[in-house]
């Protein structure tokens, strides 16, 4: 019998040293600026593809880890360095995941790298489901893909909302609905190339958290994209659409639910750098501060909210490394990437609270970063499935019933 170990390798120790690096050198002295400016800091993303942390080469090297937890690893310290420029940095990712997930090979080599560029030039990468009456439910997209067979091409109209990186991207990847009879088993996903006539960015959100961060709607008005633009090939779509019209309802998971599916334990990650962070910061803070004549963690009211922190912190760590494991080796079988991802964001927002109430009236003014890392926090129970979506998509699993 092998021994039990969560011990990383040495390239994943080489990986988390390095984007650490860049996280304690870069981002966390660019991080205040950034949050007020509420700009795409687009000089971060510059400095991060240089190294070679921004751009598809990492992504894929990232993904042939066969133990799935170089990206966790990494995406961990990117987040304990800044949630809004690492959003910034990794928000291309979710629309790269969604090509590489339904897309042909040659679709994935084309693209792919499109929504990175490279040092010299780049480029961004949007992911488009969400709407404005349809965030968590995703399968009442009112945004219609339809084909003119005449010029095989596919006309796309409606509006997207919540985009990261909407309007600003280079490509973006659009799932419409071609079949809403079929709801969700009657998507499709479709790239919008560079420059596409017809897309434009409605309103940009001004947030509560990760400001550094691009977030608008997408308008989509009698967009045209050539037939090789939608994601798998028309004669997959065809299959799928027929597989489902004799299941009903029991056919393939939609396109978006599968890429959220496989980037929970990621978005968990992402929390639980933003809870580190905070952590570390309440605990030095607490061995520094004094009052009553003593270091104010020799009060048990402040140990004991320390001690908690990091229980959950590393609880939350080892759910996210099973579910990033699982998802390489045999997939979920008991929703174990909802687990990761809920768990961890509901600890984010906790541990950042904790921290404000550790600093007390200090972590209540921006010129301390704990009341950023609590507003960046919260984002983490909502965008990719809220956590009450997170315990729905659970419980389903654990019960085989379609619990509603």
């Given amino acids: 019998m092998s021994d039990f170990s969560l011990a990383l390798n040495d390239e994943q120790q080489q990986i988390r040293d390095w984007t650490h690096g860049f996280a304690e050198d870069v981002m966390r002295p660019a991080a205040h600026e950034w949050d007020e400016r509420e700009e795409f800091p687009y000089p971060i993303v510059e400095e991060a593809a240089k190294i070679g942390l921004y751009g598809w080469e990492f992504l ?3 993904m042939q880890d066969r133990s799935g937890l170089t990206l966790p690893v990494a995406v961990e310290e990117i987040f304990w360095g800044d949630a809004g420029l690492g959003m910034a ?7 790269a995941a969604g090509i590489a997930g339904i897309g042909t090979p040659e ?5 792919v790298p499109q929504c990175y560029g490279d040092a010299n030039k780049v480029m961004l990468g949007a992911f488009c489901v969400s709407e404005p009456d349809a965030g968590s439910d995703v399968s009442n997209l009112r945004t219609r893909a339809v084909y003119d ?11 997207k909302a919540w ?8 490509v973006h990847v ?10 969700g088993r009657g998507q499709a996903s479709f790239v919008i ?34 037939g090789s633009c939608l994601l798998g090939g028309k004669e997959r779509l065809d299959a799928k659409l027929a597989r489902a019209r004799e299941q009903g309802s029991t056919g393939q998971k939609q396109p978006a639910m599968s890429t959220f599916e496989a980037t929970r334990p990621t978005v968990g990650a992402q929390a639980l750098g933003i809870a580190r962070a ?3 910061y309440s605990l030095q803070y607490a061995k520094e501060r004094h009052a009553f004549g003593k270091p104010i963690i020799m009060n048990q009211a402040i140990a004991f909210k320390l001690a908690n922190m990091i229980t959950e912190i590393d609880a939350s760590r080892l759910l996210i490394w099973r579910a990033a494991w699982l998802a390489r080796n045999g997939g979920f079988t008991n929703a174990e990437g909802s687990m990761s991802k809920w768990k961890a964001s509901e600890v984010a927002v906790r541990v950042t609270e904790e921290a404000i109430q550790i600093l007390g009236g200090y972590g209540y003014t921006r010129e301390y970063p704990v009341e950023r890392w609590h507003r960046d926090a919260k984002i983490h129970t909502i965008f990719e499935g809220t956590s009450e979506i997170q315990q729905l998509v659970i419980s389903r699993a654990i019960s085989g019933l379609r619990i509603e």
Avoid: C, F
Wanted: no cysteine; glycine share 12%; hydrophobic share 40%.
């Fill in 278 to 280: 905070a952590y570390e």
């Fill in 89 to 95: 940095i990794m928000g291309s990712g979710l629309a």
């Fill in 174 to 183: 659009v799932v419409a609905a071609v079949d809403p009879e079929l709801r």
């Fill in 60 to 62: 894929m090297n990232a």
């Fill in 193 to 226: 190339p560079p420059g596409t006539k017809g897309l434009s960015q409605g309103q940009k959100y001004m947030k509560h958290g990760i400001r550094a961060s691009h977030t608008a709607e997408v308008v989509l008005d009698d967009v045209r994209v050539p």
């Fill in 163 to 170: 985009i990261t990186n909407g309007g600003i991207a280079d």
């Fill in 149 to 159: 067979e005449a010029s095989d091409e596919w006309v796309l109209n409606g509006t």
């Fill in 107 to 111: 679709q994935v080599m084309e693209w």
